[in-house]
């Protein structure tokens, strides 16, 4: 056996694990510590704050008499409450019926029901919350695209003839005026007028003086980012790789590549990549996928698993803190949508079920998101965190959900479900979801 042909596969599958691992510990971490926190303060006392489940590998106790603990398996976490019998929550009906009414207060079951609410809901907001910050504090860590368009870095691509450079300000492209940001005309619909050349006449700004250089085709073939688990990560193409042939033909535009790859119907292409001023090839075959529409609903299509971008980085201005948090906000509740329209559309058997992965596959996602850089994998967490939140919310006994059912059906009725009512559900919602939990594990080993 040669060792050494191993050991990549290893680091990948190492990377893999660490990267699950960490991304599940910040995401469970701060949904526990929503439930914890508003528990104190709604006046419900934390016995226990586990990260992991099993054999206790660090434990101390704080003042508030809470033993916060990380144990041997990092694939979740709890919050015991004073009267729960366990981990789940369930209630330890003798201890409580044993407390007297001050000391039952301070349990979920002995707490108000507006107290209860808040420290279940808390957890997925909590979520939600981190996912907000994370979403801004990128958005202001990359700012804003300046106005007028201004060249920030160029991106490594073939030619020598291309004089552009950092700094220019964009004024035409072939004769087209740069459209500014408060035009009806955008960036795109100048870039659909442009004739397709690796090389075209740009009319810029520089130093005070205008001035005609040679520049790349705005949209270039290039790989600007890879899709976890799609044909082109699976044969190693990398961010940076210009694609400058398919099948012999050249290219020279990102719209030709979509196009081809679109009517492939998935026999396998041949590319011919530039890295680093040297020529690879690569022989792939675009995979079916299943993609949302802006106006809703999905539409199955052909894929490799790349996103283009600009041939250049656009200079940038910085965003404020509260456009920053909107635009965080929107996108949480784009990944909400975006997930409601996913189930219903699967369980419709409009899109593909194997549209939904299980823990192989967020895993997998994990390791591939920390290969391509800290942003990209920092920015998996923050969308795993609005899944997971949106998840809890599902109004499925065992989950945050189903425990915000029963104290609704509590606001109407005046009382809680009977606890033979209580049993039945939980084992009904805990059959769902450990059934969930093998679909999806299904979907990880056997979907293409």
């Known amino acids: 056996m040669d060792i050494a042909a191993l050991l990549p596969q290893f680091g990948g599958f190492f990377m893999t694990i660490v990267a699950f691992v960490v991304a599940l510990s910040v995401i469970v971490a701060v949904h526990e510590y929503g439930h914890y926190i508003v528990g104190r303060w709604s006046g419900i006392k934390a016995e226990v704050f586990s990260l992991g489940f099993g054999p206790v590998l660090w434990s101390r106790m704080d ?13 979740g976490g709890f919050v015991k409450f004073l009267g729960d019998a366990n981990a789940a929550s369930a209630k330890n009906d003798e201890a409580v019926a044993e407390m007297p009414p001050e000391i039952r207060r301070q349990t979920m079951h002995g707490a108000p029901l507006w107290a209860r609410t808040a420290t279940v809901a808390a957890g997925p907001v909590f979520n939600f919350v981190l996912s907000i910050l994370i979403f801004a504090a990128v958005m202001m860590t990359q700012g804003k695209v300046a106005d007028p368009l201004t060249v920030g870095e ?13 700094g220019d300000r964009l004024l035409q492209i072939e004769g087209r005026d740069v459209p500014g940001a408060d035009e009806d005309k955008t960036f795109s619909d100048l870039i659909d007028e442009l004739p397709i050349r690796p090389v075209l006449t740009y009319q810029v700004e520089r130093d005070g003086q205008q ?20 044909a082109a990560y699976d044969i190693s193409m990398q961010p940076g ?3 400058t ?9 990102f719209s030709e590549l979509k196009e081809v790859v679109e009517a492939s119907d998935g026999r396998p292409l041949e590319l011919k990549v530039w890295r680093d001023g040297a020529t690879l090839d690569f022989v792939l075959a675009p995979r079916r996928v299943d993609e949302p529409r802006a106006e809703g609903g999905f539409h199955t299509t052909w894929r490799i698993g790349i996103a283009g971008g600009l041939a250049f980085e656009p200079a940038t201005e910085a965003l404020g803190p509260v456009q920053a948090l909107a635009g965080g906000a929107i996108q949480v509740w784009r990944i909400i949508e975006g997930s409601v329209s ?23 996602v994990s390791g591939a998101m920390a290969s391509q850089g800290a942003e990209s994998f920092i920015w998996f967490i923050a969308v795993l965190s609005a899944a997971v939140g949106f998840l809890n919310l599902f109004p499925i006994p065992v989950l945050d959900g189903g425990h915000l059912a029963f104290y609704a059906y509590e606001a109407v009725a005046g009382k809680p479900p009977s606890d033979a009512a209580l049993r039945l559900m939980m084992a009904i919602g805990l059959t769902l979801v450990l059934g969930l939990m093998l679909f999806a594990l299904f979907n990880d080993i056997f979907c293409p």
């Open 342 to 364: 996913g189930l219903y559309h699967m369980v419709t058997g409009a899109i593909s079920s194997c549209n939904m992965s299980g823990p192989i596959g967020i895993a997998e």
């Open 211 to 230: 001035i005609q250089v040679q520049g790349p085709y705005p949209m270039p073939p290039l790989v600007v980012q890879l899709a976890p688990q799609s």
């Open 245 to 253: 042939s398919i099948d012999g033909t050249p290219i020279a535009a």
């Open 154 to 166: 160029l991106r490594p691509l073939p030619g020598d003839e291309l004089t552009l450079q950092a």
């Open 241 to 243: 790789d210009v694609i």
């Open 63 to 75: 003042r508030h008499g809470t033993r916060w603990q990380i144990a041997a398996l990092p694939f």
